[in-house]
């Protein structure tokens, strides 16, 4: 099944509003501990995390890293006003900072000393352009981890991964789950994507069968 663009931005306030209602604590708290366990060293310093939705991946990395300021960027307007909303709730907003830009419009290059991106990957036209900027924001020898979704072999599996994983979710969330998984990339693609940028160091995961993983320390 070939690649089937979604919409970069969640511009829609109920689409916006429905991610950030719908449950994704065990994934989210995953992915926050998996980024530990590939960099146990790992205890302070600035973080990037690029396409932060509504923040919940940026608080929980606050919680578990007491010394790391946390940037978490995303170009959705909406999505930025939850994310505040969420920030200022946990009483983080001293060391959560949200900023709503694209990621080409980013400033700034060997800023961070990390840097995490969830589900970000596959809204975007052009994912060499990620893996660029994200080689570009962070300092020589930092750490990096990428999660996002892998596109399952035809429309009838990914509908039967909604299904399966999202049946009592609201329609638009489903419509999104379902648009997202045909945006997505295999885990081929994703190799060939670093090949190409030189990031061959960094490792790929597949750990279930709707993601794929992306880590290791970028030099």
């Known amino acids: ?6 919409p970069e931005l969640m511009d829609d306030p109920k689409q916006a509003e429905a991610y950030a209602r719908a449950d994704f604590a065990e994934e989210n708290q995953g992915f926050v501990e998996r980024f530990k366990e590939y960099f146990p060293e790992f205890s302070h310093g600035l973080v990037l995390d690029l396409g932060c939705g509504p923040a919940d991946i940026p608080i ?10 946390v940037i978490g960027i995303d170009a959705s307007a909406p999505m930025i006003q939850l994310s505040e909303q969420a920030v200022k709730q946990a009483g983080l907003a001293d060391r959560v900072t949200l900023r709503c830009e694209r990621i080409d419009d980013v400033a700034g290059a060997n800023v961070a000393d990390a840097a995490i991106s969830n589900s970000l990957l596959h809204h975007l036209p052009n994912p060499l352009q990620f893996w660029h900027r994200l080689r570009q924001f962070v300092k020589h020898g930092s750490p990096v981890l990428v999660m996002d979704l892998l596109r399952p ?34 885990e081929d693609e994703i190799g060939a994507q670093l090949a190409k940028m030189n990031l061959t160091r960094l490792l790929i995961d597949v750990p279930d069968d709707r993601h794929w993983v992306v880590g290791g320390i970028v030099y």
């Open 1 to 6: 099944m070939n690649r089937v663009l979604e």
């Open 60 to 69: 929980r990395f606050a919680k578990l890293y007491p010394a790391c300021q």
């Open 153 to 186: 072999e035809s429309p009838e599996a990914a509908q039967a991964i909604v299904d399966q994983y999202a049946a009592d979710e609201p329609d638009i969330l489903r419509r999104d789950f379902y648009n997202s998984l045909l945006a997505a990339f295999t």
